[in-house]
């Protein structure tokens, strides 16, 4: 429990007064594996639900901010504020046909979308929502987000490659050179809390930052946030980063042949992805469930939200770039930076804190 | 199942049911009206010229090489970092002239255009 919290302890931890009682009461029934996997499983699969509930919300607010911003109105006939939009369309998809292009490379091009799908949602198991709160604790932990994250490159390729359409290839080939481009210096930039914490789980991150946030620690902190946040735009296609799906040039990329259901997929895994990159930028650079009053996963979400905010703020304000920009812009300027703030935190870490041995 | 890596396996599991109910549900209510137009691959309204499976271009593999070189480092830095505190000065020189030698590369790739996006 923790102890900044004032209010009753239902509020302030609701997952583990609900989890332990329901461990309790399934102990005194079943032997000891069964009620911690049957506790994972609830928990896996009440997450999900809750990251499928938290897209619906992403996409209405994406586009009703986006809408405020380039002054226009934005969907506001299903439900009060046009907030039953998202509803609506995932109702619609869900009676869409699902179109197999001809020459297409059928299996692959059925399985694609869950390729992207299932790591968006796996992600979130990794997530800490407070103090020992999340479903997996591991030592790995940033390294196997980092794992998972780029296996969205993998379904991409593949969506592009069995589409059958040039337009998809290309969107296809575009996605792969982007993303193992950015993914040096989102990895290079998420090593500057490992160094910091020592340790790479994402609690032992978290606890590390109690006294400051790694964002202010002076001068590499904001730099790596900002080339963290770069990057990750980069890792999940968004705009101004959104080459893979450039409608202007390529029709709408990769995904120009899916339809329905199987859109919708793309669809769900790139905004859980984005809300992603706000949860682990969050944990990395912004204190993760730290903060005061307010329980601690209350404190995780806002953060995260506040992130994906700064996602859509971006993407109304910068048009897209050209391609050659992009890959100039990760090679001979993220890379160098990112690198260099590695170097500079490793002896900062040695001249403030000292060594241990 | 039980150990840390447990739960990970039940997301993946779930994650997967989860992306697969939709579909199956979606698969028994939907129109399946194939048409030999409806079909082709959408290049905005053109017909399909030549094969779809062209090879890449040979800048993606240049990419490609010097993705592989830098990821591998980013793999021996990670237990470097967490191991950094308890090593001193002696990790900061080493990965100084790491990543020197790393950059004397990166250099010489840079001075051929290998950055250069043609």
């Known amino acids: 429990m923790p102890s900044s919290c004032f209010l009753p302890a239902f509020i302030c931890d609701p997952f583990a007064y609900v989890g332990g009682g329901l461990h309790g009461a399934l102990g005194s029934n079943l032997a000891e594996p069964l009620p911690t996997l049957i506790l994972s499983v609830a ?5 999900t ?21 380039q002054g226009r109105i934005g969907p506001n006939r299903v439900g009060p504020s046009g907030i039953l939009q998202p509803v609506a369309d995932a109702v619609k998809l869900l009676m869409k046909e699902d179109i197999v292009p001809f020459g297409a490379d059928r299996a692959i091009f059925l399985i694609a979308p869950l390729i992207v799908l299932v790591p968006s949602l796996a992600v979130w198991s990794l997530v800490p929502w407070g ?46 050179a982007q993303l193992i ?19 790479m789980s994402l609690q032992g991150i978290v606890e590390a930052q109690r006294g400051i946030w790694n964002i202010a620690i002076l001068p590499v902190g904001p730099v790596a ?44 895994a790139e905004y859980a992805n984005s809300f992603a990159v706000g949860a682990i930028a969050s944990v990395l650079f912004l204190g993760g469930w730290l903060g005061p009053i307010l329980p601690p996963y209350v404190w995780m979400f806002v953060k995260a939200y506040g992130v994906f905010l700064i996602l859509i703020w971006v993407r109304s304000t910068l048009p897209r770039l050209r391609y050659d920009q992009l890959m100039q812009f990760a090679w001979k300027v993220a ?22 041995a | 199942m039980v150990g840390s890596f447990g739960p990970i396996v039940i997301a993946i599991a779930i994650a997967t049911a989860f992306g697969l109910l ?31 499976s062209i090879q890449f271009h040979t800048r993606y593999y240049l990419y490609a090489l010097l993705f592989v070189i830098f990821d591998v480092e980013a793999v021996f830095l990670f237990p470097w970092a967490v191991a950094y505190r308890h090593l001193g000065l002696f990790a900061l020189t080493e990965v100084v002239i790491f990543i020197g030698l790393l950059l004397v590369g990166y250099v010489y790739a840079w ?8």
């Open chain 1, 49 to 69: 639900t809750i990251i499928a509930v938290v897209v619906m919300s992403q996409v209405w607010t994406e586009r009703r901010v986006v809408a405020m911003m």
């Open chain 2, 111 to 118: 001075r051929k255009g290998a950055l250069q996006w043609v």
């Open chain 1, 181 to 199: 481009s950015y993914e040096i210096p989102l990895v290079l930039s998420a090593m500057v809390p490992v160094l910091w914490a020592g340790t």
């Open chain 1, 225 to 268: 946030f900002l080339l963290f946040l770069t990057a990750g735009i980069a890792e999940v296609n968004r705009s101004p980063f959104d080459l893979a799906e450039a409608e202007s040039e390529i029709i709408a990329g990769f995904h120009t042949e899916y339809s329905g259901m199987r859109f919708a997929l793309f669809f769900l």
């Open chain 1, 43 to 47: 928990a896996v699969a009440m997450l």
């Open chain 1, 131 to 176: 103090p020992g709160l999340g479903v997996a604790d591991i030592d790995v932990g940033i390294l196997l987000v980092l794992g998972l994250g780029a296996f969205t490159t993998l379904g991409i390729l593949m969506a592009g490659w069995a589409s059958s359409n040039k337009y998809a290839l290309l969107g296809g080939m575009r996605v792969a």
């Open chain 2, 22 to 52: 939709p579909l199956f549900l979606s698969g028994l209510i939907i129109p399946k009206m194939p048409d030999r137009v409806k079909n082709a691959p959408y290049e905005c309204g053109v017909e399909t010229i030549g094969p779809t």
């Open chain 1, 335 to 356: 890379l160098p930076i990112s690198l260099a703030t590695l170097v500079i935190t490793a002896a900062l870490v040695s001249l403030t804190q000292g060594s241990v």
